[in-house]
């Protein structure tokens, strides 16, 4: 029996996972969502923000980070838009390029924002950190044009935005390293408010950065933007994902307690011969 | 002169760069945008680069039949038809979008949600307690992740009088062990950045130059 459970064939553990996820989806299960400091404290900023203050948005992530960022920049873009924001939104990687521009015209709709007066979408430029700097002495000069290919000096939100100097606070949400990009040469040279929301696998990197206040906020990864969604009292894609997801940690919580019984119990056995 | 001249330039550059950080005068300061806008320029050279080895690796293996030549062309064809559509329409076109959120998101994102099936069976398989510090990984790991999922504060909340000990307890992880040996690995790294940052300055280390140098 013990060999039997110490050997379990991989595909049942595939079954089981896939259960997990398909079968509170289908019951539409939630559970309470208890919001961290790291959160709040991007949220409390954002509410400090008089209106028409500005917010710059990297969406530094591909594709398959999307189910736990997009949630984040949804969230976020309606706090902003509520609060009657302007939010300028960009990235530093080819594949985000598509995705900031479908989240922000998502996030417009439902706002009724109005692109180029509350929002600006400048999409893709190659070079990371020399975008970040150059953007450092004048945005126009390294996005002549937003998106859609509108020149800045056409937009009337980009009327009074030079450089970081009118932006109140950069948000990254980010897949890879650009977060400590941002930070090491933004928040150093410029003293740029600078805020992250990660996945989950990077999330750890980001706390040395909050203890200095480098990073004045973050979303921990999808609970970040079920965090987000709570503390907007919006329940959305994030919430729901998140109490799916919340199976499936328990479930492997299960399986490695279990593997470990098993294995001291042979252990014990096998001592005992 | 091929070796004097890339070595020469990287000691001024990186000299002057050093140096313009420490100087608010003017010239330094259009100095250091004209340089900005010259690495901007040099930067998409590395996409002609990319691109060219991306053809000339897959082209060989179509020409030779090698195994599993077939993905190769689908990787050419793949590249030629967003290229044809991106480059004239731009990347905001319908058709470009379409081909992006209904092929390249789907794709990318069933690769990564894979991984999902894997962490748990390579969890339950290789994650044992079998010495002092597996044992302290495994009981932060279980900790930080069940108080990463709501569920893990809705049952304690039902059977302990404590309210949200397993979320607590993950922010005190992460803010105490984890901060202090992210610190060390940070500064750590750092330190080596900066010493092998001023052995490219000085020459020392010529790597960077190829040939086994």
């Not at chain 1, 969406?59 to 706090?79: I, K, N, T």
């Not at chain 2, 307890?169 to 950045?193: A, K, T, Y």
Request: glycine share 6%; aromatic share 10%; with cysteine.
């Amino acid at each position: 029996m013990l060999k039997k459970i110490m050997r379990i064939d991989r595909r049942i553990i595939f079954i089981l996972v896939a259960l997990a996820v398909i079968i509170p989806t289908l019951l539409k299960v939630s559970f309470p969502i208890t919001v961290s400091e790291p959160t709040r404290k991007l949220y409390d900023y954002i509410e400090d923000l008089p209106s028409g203050s500005t917010v710059l948005i990297a969406f530094d992530y591909g594709p398959s980070s999307m189910a736990e960022l997009q949630p984040m920049g949804m969230a976020f873009l309606r706090h902003c838009f509520q609060k009657k924001i302007q939010v300028i939104g960009m990235t530093l990687v080819t594949d985000g390029a598509t995705l900031g521009y479908e989240i922000m015209q998502e996030a417009a709709k439902t706002t009724d924002a109005i692109d180029g007066e509350d929002y600006v979408y400048l999409g893709f430029r190659p070079g990371t950190i020399q975008v970040m700097l150059g953007m450092g002495t004048t945005i126009n000069s390294i996005f002549e044009s937003d998106y859609k290919e509108k020149p800045l000096a056409e937009i009337p939100m980009m009327a009074g935005i030079k450089n970081y100097d009118q932006i109140d606070l950069v948000l990254d949400l980010a897949s890879s390293s650009t977060t400590e990009a941002w930070i090491a040469y933004i928040n150093t040279r410029y003293n740029q408010k600078i805020a992250a929301g990660v996945t989950g696998v990077i999330i750890s990197q980001m706390y040395p950065y909050l203890q200095t206040e480098q990073l004045i906020g973050l979303m921990p990864g999808l609970l970040g933007a079920a965090e987000y969604e709570t503390l907007i009292d919006t329940p959305a894609k994030a919430t729901k994902r998140m109490s799916v997801q919340s199976f499936v940690h328990l479930l492997v919580f299960g399986l490695v307690i279990l593997g470990n019984v098993a294995f001291f119990i042979q252990k014990r056995e096998n001592e005992n011969v | 002169m091929r070796r004097q001249v890339p070595l020469a330039l990287c000691f001024v550059f990186g000299v002057v760069m050093v140096l313009i950080e420490f100087s608010p005068h003017p010239y330094s300061k259009s100095l250091y945008n004209e340089v900005i806008n010259w690495s901007l320029i040099i930067g998409p050279f590395a996409l002609v680069l990319g691109v060219a080895t991306l053809v000339q690796t897959h082209w060989i293996r179509i020409r030779r039949r090698a195994e599993y030549w077939q993905y190769s062309f689908v990787v050419l064809i793949g590249m030629i038809v967003m290229v044809a559509i991106g480059i004239p329409f731009g990347p905001s076109h319908k058709a470009f979008k379409w081909l992006f959120m209904n092929i390249q998101v789907p794709m990318d994102a069933t690769m990564f949600s894979l991984l999902a099936f894997f962490i748990a069976s390579a969890s339950y398989r290789a994650f044992r307690a079998r010495t002092l510090e597996a044992t302290l990984l495994l009981v932060a790991a279980l900790i930080v992740m069940i108080g990463n999922a709501p569920i893990g504060d809705f049952i304690w909340n039902k059977i302990m009088p404590f309210d949200n000990l397993p979320s607590t307890v993950r922010q005190w992880i992460l803010e105490n062990p984890n901060l202090s040996s992210r610190r060390g690995v940070i500064l750590g790294v750092s330190l080596g950045v900066i010493s092998q940052s001023i052995r490219i300055i000085l020459g020392i280390e010529r790597s960077y130059l190829g040939g086994g140098d």
